[in-house]
């Protein structure tokens, strides 16, 4: 009998950036190989799935360690920041299911949070080139962070920004060093794959592995419509999502603690970007 995703309480969504939001992987990818050539290096394609998820400092010791001393890292990631740019400039990408998840998370009253391993000055203006900027209580970059994914730090702060326990937040990532830094933290990990399949290490830190974030919505939606809340919100659906239209109809049992009541903040709102 289907018994829904959640173990416990839920007070907040933390929502990796690249490749779980933003159908950015493909590009960094294609820039990625694009660069290399420029620079006159090749590299067998799939090692680059080894590089999904990381900041670039930790890039650059992995480039390294696979290409020799001799791999002219600063060379390379200036062309390969020049093409990103020139790819990017094309428009930016929703994940599918990215909008609706949103509003159903809105709908339903609960915080919202990224954590990513972009720079703060590549998260925020992805975030605003894609309309999503102000939809988020905290951003969390690698610049707000000691230590980037697969360390739990960037998680941690997260959950610390919407004022909420780790243990009470799902975590929406896409790649293994970002479900290793989730499960590390704390969090609920959910797997949604981009473009390189889990292992079994992978799909053993995670609650579950979901196709696209419809999926997610569907799942939380007939978690919360089973009992995880009470008294009906007085809110109108928006949208024709099925699961958006569920969602409006509940009220989240556990939030009724002034305790465990999420702040929104304001700070993620005027971050330097």
């Given at each position: 009998?289907r ?42 394609p ?10 670039t ?49 809105d ?41 980037c ?34 499960s590390?933290?704390g ?5 949604i ?81």
């Amino acid at each position: 009998m289907r018994t829904g995703l959640l173990p416990r309480s839920l007070g907040a969504v933390i929502i990796d950036l690249d490749g779980t939001l933003l159908d950015t992987e493909e590009t960094y990818r294609l820039a990625f190989f694009q660069a290399l050539e420029q620079t006159g290096w090749a590299m067998h394609p799939a090692r680059y799935d080894d590089l999904v998820g990381l900041a670039t400092p930790l890039r650059r010791q992995l480039l390294r360690a696979l290409l020799g001393p001799g791999f002219p890292t600063d060379r390379f990631f200036a062309t390969y920041y020049d093409r990103r740019a020139a790819l990017i400039a094309a428009g930016i990408r929703l994940k599918p299911g990215a909008n609706a998840l949103l509003d159903w998370l809105d709908a339903a009253g609960l915080p919202k949070a990224i954590a990513t391993s972009a720079s703060r000055l590549t998260a925020h203006r992805h975030l605003a080139a894609a309309g999503l900027l102000r939809r988020f209580e905290a951003i969390v970059t690698r610049d707000d962070v000691a230590n980037c994914k697969p360390s739990p730090d960037s998680f941690i702060r997260a959950a610390e920004g919407l004022d909420m326990r780790p243990a009470r937040c799902l975590a929406l990532e896409d790649s293994h060093h970002g479900i290793v830094a989730a499960s590390e933290a704390g969090t609920m990990p959910v797997l949604i794959p981009d473009r390189v399949p889990p292992s079994e290490p992978t799909r053993a830190r995670c609650l579950a592995v979901l196709p696209d974030l419809a999926a997610v919505t569907a799942e939380l939606a007939f978690c919360f419509a089973g009992g995880a809340l009470e008294k009906p919100l007085d809110v109108a659906p928006s949208g024709s999502t099925r699961a958006r239209e569920t969602a409006t109809h509940w009220q989240i049992a556990s939030r009724t603690s002034a305790t465990d009541a999420p702040t929104i903040l304001s700070n993620a709102r005027g971050r330097n970007t």
